[in-house]
């Protein structure tokens, strides 16, 4: 028998199809559907469901609650908070059946998804962004963008460490801890050193 390269508690239930990298840890009573795929060094915590075709990449951190359903995909470094959650279909019905117009979502790389959140679906979420606790994200999110409130609005910028981000009149921020350079031009801000 193979060893796996994993952990899982004895309660995760783990469908048939799911690629699970290694060092990564799925604790108590979460639930992984078929042809999930799960990156390297990942933690999916307690009552966590990944609907199938989802893919987490590696060192994403899933807190207690969260719900992925089927459509979304998140880079590497993904935070997702306490009880967020996803959508998929943008008019759900009870008696409707509405599986073929599943929306893709994408959470690009670094990106912090405050607890409570709420992610409607078709609204991709930009690489180091931060969207705050309870905020219900109705539009795209821009890379480095911190986003609160119902519905969410851009209240500012923030480094790839999570900190706000205040540009001088040449355009140019510098994050404290890393002493990383962003600059903004356009409304887009990006790094430059």
């Not at 239930?13 to 699970?20: F, R, T, W, Y």
């Not at 930009?126 to 999110?141: P, Q, W």
Request: hydrophobic fraction near 35%; charged fraction near 20%; aromatic fraction near 8%.
């Amino acid at each position: 028998m193979k060893e796996k390269k994993y952990f899982s508690h004895e309660t995760a239930i783990i469908d048939k199809g799911c690629l699970i990298g290694k060092n990564t840890k799925i604790w108590h009573f979460s639930h992984l559907m078929a042809n999930s795929v799960v990156g390297e060094n990942c933690n999916i915590g307690q009552n966590v469901v990944i609907s199938p075709d989802v893919i987490l990449g590696s060192n994403t951190k899933v807190q207690n609650n969260v719900s992925i359903y089927t459509g979304v995909v998140c880079e590497d470094d993904v935070f997702l908070g306490p009880s967020m959650v996803f959508t998929n279909v943008i008019n759900p019905r009870s008696a409707v059946n509405r599986r073929n117009d599943y929306m893709t979502t994408i959470v690009k790389k670094g990106a912090s998804i405050g607890a409570n959140a709420t992610i409607v679906c078709g609204n991709d979420i930009g690489k180091f962004s931060f969207i705050g606790a309870g905020a219900v994200v109705t539009k795209e999110v821009l890379d480095y963008s911190l986003v609160v409130g119902n519905p969410s609005q851009h209240i500012g910028w923030v480094s790839e460490y999570g900190h706000r981000l205040d540009f001088n009149e040449k355009g140019i921020a510098t994050c404290f801890e890393s002493n990383q350079e962003y600059l903004i031009e356009n409304n887009r801000v990006k790094r430059i050193k």
